[in-house]
């Protein structure tokens, strides 16, 4: 019976440039590459939930410190998923206010009629259904931080009471006339493009002015793609805690095409793929399931074509059970068989083989010779 050891020493006993490249082909196939949580290589506490290690993300680190402790407002923009409160937190966490309150609001999660209650509270009475006065989150944050998240999303009706709060830090609840002041930071997020709604007469231009004091842009994921292994790695970590799961590895191929992947939704949809592909994992291997996703294919770039991702993993997939084939000799079940050899069920085996149309052989042969015979009829 030969195993994997021995089929890559038949291969290199050969000298020639097809016996090599078969070599790389077989280690290709078992490849895989370790899971361990790690984070960014300032883990000094002060970044403790943001995880890269690219240039990019360390301009977004320097800016962070550089604003943090001179309490001026700041405007974080980026596109969806890209992880803007984590960047204002880390701001709170650095500033002279991180003993108190960090109020978060999401701007668009409130209908126009009541995010002015929201931000700065109501009387009782103050309108059908006030049935209790509520303090807004402007009083809240008072001597900490108020974090506003996609602050486009406020009505252009109520911009003029938000300028007030940050030029005169004043302002009244809805069916009061009692002023109250507060020293509440603002931190701004948006992903829209304020100044093209500035131009559309759908946010004010002073407001605009106010909020953009210290601007910090956050890179969309595919600009930070050195970043995607250790957030994967992270977010393993995190999901294999929270279900139980002992996920060590992962394929290289898999990774490479996750790399590859523009991630349009950002961190957001990279932390949602991996949950998924964490809950359907079954061994220590990572299983990801992700059809949907495009990969650019590195073959086809002149031609602006795009792949499957699903079509990148099936093929890694033909590939390791080609290899595993290879090194049990044709032989599926058993010990020694491919499927023991790839940590799954006989039952398993054949079916993914007759789904990718492998036909096994009980006969040794060469990687090029088994792919030949492995073609579909």
């Known amino acids: 019976m030969m195993d994997i050891a021995d089929a890559r020493a038949s291969l290199e006993s050969f000298d020639s440039p097809v016996a090599i490249a078969q070599t790389g082909e077989l280690n290709d196939r078992f490849a895989f590459e370790p899971i361990a949580p790690t984070r960014t290589t300032r883990n000094d506490g002060h970044f403790d939930e943001i995880v890269g290690n690219s240039e990019a993300l360390r301009t977004v680190l320097r800016e962070i410190e550089t604003v943090a402790p001179v309490d001026s407002t700041v405007l974080i923009y980026g596109e969806t998923g890209t992880g803007k409160e ?5 701001v709170h ?3 002279p206010r991180k003993s108190r309150a960090f109020v978060k609001l999401n701007c668009a999660a409130i209908p126009t009629g009541l995010l002015e209650g929201e931000l700065f509270g109501h009387e009782k009475g103050a309108y059908t259904g006030a049935v209790t006065q509520r303090i807004g989150r402007f009083e809240l944050a008072h001597g900490g ?5 996609e602050i486009g999303e406020v009505p252009l009706e109520l911009q003029p009471k938000l300028l007030r709060v940050l030029q005169e830090r004043e302002f009244e609840r809805l069916g009061s006339t009692r002023t109250i002041h507060t020293n509440a930071r603002l931190i701004a997020a948006t992903n829209r493009d304020l100044k093209a709604m500035i131009e559309e007469r759908q946010f004010r231009s002073d407001l605009y002015y106010r909020l953009n004091v210290f601007p910090i842009r956050v890179p969309a994921l595919r600009e930070r793609r050195e970043d995607i292994p250790l957030l994967i790695a992270h ?4 999901f294999s805690v929270r279900y139980g799961r002992g996920i060590e590895s992962i394929p290289s191929q ?3 095409a996750l790399v590859r992947h523009e991630w349009p939704g950002n961190i957001r949809e990279l932390q949602n793929v991996i949950e998924r592909a964490v809950i359907l994992s079954k061994t220590s291997l990572l299983t990801v399931d992700i059809a949907e996703l495009k990969v650019d294919d590195g073959a086809k770039c002149s031609r602006h074509t795009h792949e499957s991702l699903d079509d990148v993993l ?3 997939e033909r590939s390791e059970i080609l290899g595993a084939l290879e090194a049990a000799n044709g032989i599926v079940a058993g010990p020694s068989g491919a499927a023991a050899r790839l940590r799954i069920k006989r039952s398993t085996l054949v079916s993914r083989m007759q789904k990718l149309g492998i036909r096994s052989s009980r006969h040794w042969m060469a990687p090029a010779q088994f792919e030949a015979s492995a073609a579909p009829a």
């Open 86 to 90: 984590l960047v204002a937190r880390a």
């Open 93 to 95: 966490k650095l500033s």
């Open 145 to 149: 931080t108020i974090f506003l998240d």
């Open 235 to 238: 977010f393993v970590h995190e």
């Open 254 to 256: 898999t990774m490479k």
């Open 314 to 316: 099936q093929e890694a």
